[in-house]
Each structure stands twice: as C-alpha cells, then as structure tokens.
C-alpha cells in the first residue's frame, strides 16, 4: 500500500487549507490508510526552544481514487486541485471547486461570528429594538426609554 500524507502546521487546524483538503478528500470517498482511527490521524505539538509548533497528519491510501463529475481522480491530483485557487477559478463548475469556495466562505463566516457579537434584542409591547451587544446599562436605559 502507498500512503500519501496531507500535513497542516496551522495552530488551529480548523483554519487550515491542508485540513480542508483531508476532509474534502474523505467527502468524496478518499480512503484512509487502515480502520484504526490511531493510525490514520495525528494531532501533536512539538516544543523546541525557540517556539511550539502544533502539526496535523491525515494518512490516506495513496491508491485510493474518487469518481468526480464522471472523472477518476487519483488523490495527488485531488489535493493538487483543490490547494490550487486558479485552478479552482478557472474551474469553477468542479465539485472539487465547489467544495474549496465553500471552505473559504465557511472560514470567512466563522472570522466573521468570532469577531463580532451578536445584537441585543430588546421588546417592548409591540416594539422592537437592536443595540449593540457591548452597550452599557445607561445605554441601554435609554434605548429602552425610547421604545
């Protein structure tokens, strides 16, 4: 069996391009190398002096293939293809360009919730009001004074 090792050295592998190909892979079909989890994926920091370095690995069968829009794909050219923005522009109608923008707008979105906080949502009778989540008591006092 060959193996073909897809690493991220994100700190957070969630945010990684590398992980979003790993799991991209296993949407389309893309085999692991064994049914043992443990062997298949690896999650570890390593510590040197000058820093800690958190590495990802996902372990798959290198031989494994995927039929896409009635195309076989080898697992090299998958990852090659989804990691590649123009060819995922100039592709545009690929699943595997589908399934790349949507993890840029997955990402882009989750920037986006943790960045901001969500509105308060004040009632009064019939009305209705959204101040922003950091207003002071006095703030909202006032808000509420207007309702």
Not at 12 to 17: E, Q
Not at 26 to 36: P, V
Not at 40 to 58: C, G, H, I, M, P
Not at 120 to 147: F, H, N, P, S, Y
Request: aromatic share 8%.
């Amino acid at each position: 069996m060959q193996i073909r090792v897809v690493k991220s050295r994100a700190d957070n592998p969630l945010t990684s391009l590398e992980t979003a190909s790993a799991v991209a892979a296993l949407t389309f079909g893309y085999q692991l190398i064994d049914k043992n989890e443990a062997k298949n994926f690896e999650d570890y920091v390593e510590e040197t002096k000058e820093s800690a370095q958190r590495e990802t690995l996902w372990v798959f069968n290198d031989l494994s293939t995927a039929n896409i829009a009635g195309e076989n794909v080898a697992l090299k050219d998958f990852i090659a293809r989804f990691m590649d923005l123009k060819w995922c522009e100039s592709h545009a109608d690929s699943p595997i360009a589908n399934l790349r923008h949507y993890h840029e707008n997955v990402s882009l979105w989750r920037e986006h919730f943790r960045a901001n906080k969500p509105m308060i949502l004040m009632r009064k009778g019939q009305r209705v009001l959204k101040i922003r989540a950091d207003a002071t008591d006095k703030e909202k006092a006032k808000w509420l004074k207007l309702l």
